[in-house]
């Protein structure tokens, strides 16, 4: 199957060995060796090589493998799950990048009844940014901005007409998980020490409040 599209193709090229590293079994690190084609693609009309289901988008890893290191900086930082798994810092935010998209991806898109709104210091210097959350579901929806004015909220609100229609007295809500949400956010910015890619600072706070992928998500025989 194409990379690119999905599309099934007949046409195969060279084919060459390649190395995924795998889950590690008692302090022994395993790599799975297989052969990988390069195929064409008659609606890409181009030569990529075949899509394996079960290797990771970073081809160096399976993608349970992905699995493994995104379940983990769930509640380490990514420098330990580095030294635990001797990998480069990169690699472990590349791969939790795998892992948190799958989750963003199952939880579906969000369609609040009930929003409530806050700010987040990202970092020292008055360097605000606001998220958004859906308080039924009780997690957040969107971190954007580049500070708290209204014009930064103006990111987040293409339906306020409906927002404003709903927003009467009798339709009070409690706002008591916004702060609890602030709490968590803060505890995991300290256990980041900063994270300096600031899309992926927002990424890890939508995903803490999603549940675990269970294990078994990687599709695909491995």
């Known amino acids: 199957m194409c990379s690119c599209c999905g599309h099934r193709c007949q046409g195969r090229y060279d084919k060459r060995t390649c190395l995924a590293r795998d889950l590690s079994v008692a302090d022994w690190r395993i790599y799975v060796q297989f052969e990988r084609w390069r ?22 890893y399976t993608q349970r493998f992905a699995m493994r290191i995104g379940a983990l900086c769930r509640t380490m ?11 480069h810092d990169s690699t472990v935010k590349k791969l ?11 939880a579906g898109l969000p369609a609040p009844r009930v929003i409530g709104v806050d700010e987040i210091a990202i970092r020292k210097g008055h360097d605000y ?3 958004v ?5 009780g997690r957040p929806i969107w971190v954007g901005g580049r500070g708290r004015s209204e014009e930064d909220l103006d990111l987040f609100f293409r339906h306020w007409d409906g927002i404003a229609s709903y927003c009467h007295p009798e339709n009070k809500f409690s706002l008591g998980l916004v702060e609890g949400l602030n709490t968590k ?5 300290r256990r980041a020490y900063g994270y300096r890619d ?8 939508v995903a803490a409040f999603l549940p675990p992928l269970r294990r078994g998500a990687s599709n695909g025989p491995l």
């Open 39 to 60: 195929v064409y693609c008659p609606r890409c009309r181009a030569v990529f090589v075949e899509r394996l289901d079960w290797l990771a988008e970073n081809p160096r």
């Open 77 to 87: 930082t990514n420098k330990d799950v580095a030294e635990l798994e001797r990998l």
């Open 96 to 106: 939790d990048k795998i892992y948190i998209g799958k989750q963003v991806a199952k």
């Open 129 to 131: 940014r606001i998220i």
């Open 133 to 137: 959350s859906d308080l039924d579901r």
């Open 185 to 189: 956010i803060r505890v995991l910015q």
């Open 198 to 205: 600031e899309d992926y600072l927002k990424l890890k706070i």
